[in-house]
């Protein structure tokens, strides 16, 4: 293969994952409705525990684990279903075990943003940054905190290929994963950003719609849309990944 040739083509690989979601929506249920209870559980777990400062940050990891799990069990049917021949994408239960393959490399895969931004969210608690909308340093702390992001999304974007890899038991290592998007990494990362931005834009417009300290009963409805845009998020994730996996040679198109 020439140069042009694996170069990533980002507006039409961010078209394919928004098609295949269109086209498998009728499926969602199926792959979410258990997962997104989970998320709705963990949402209303971290609403009530209500943590702020230190003890906020200290929870991160674990709840970032337990996460990891409603994630897994909506990805890897998808990656499957996307990547694999349909009779065999079919062919009764998946085994745990590409669930259990999965799952370290989803978690590995969030503490590439994760752990960066830890010392972040702790000089904003140190000095008690964001409690005034007013602050000066907010800008200076936002600007910080999208550095740091925009660092790590490199390696994020890069590592990623690992996971749809893990799902169909194929070569799964994160080195293989960098073999697959040599020269692609920012490429992908406009991808993720690219294919994300509408369902970020939908989440904002929607948040608006509610008080910024909703009444109880409100409140239980913002959770369940949380789990919605959780479960819509993973699953577009998937899609697209499942798209630059096939460009870069890691599967074979469907026919």
Known sequence: MNSRRDELPVWETTIEAWRHLAANLARVPAVGLFPALLFLALIRLKTQLDLEGWAMLVSGLPYLALHAIPATLIVVPWYRAALLPPGQAAAGPIPAWYYLRL??????????????????????IAYDIGKDAADPRNASYLLLTIMVIGAAAWPYARSSVALPAAALGADARFAQAWRLSVGNGWRIVGAMLLCSAPLIFSAIVVR???????????????SCLGAVYY????????????????RLGGARPIQ
């Open 208 to 222: 608006r719609w509610f008080p910024q300290e909703p009444a109880p009963d409100l409140d239980f409805v913002l």
């Open 231 to 246: 479960l819509f998020t993973e699953l577009l994730g998937a899609s697209l990944l499942a798209q630059v996996y096939l």
């Open 103 to 124: 799952l370290p490399r989803w978690l590995l895969l969030e503490m590439i943003i994760f752990v960066p931004l830890m010392p972040v969210e702790a000089i904003g």
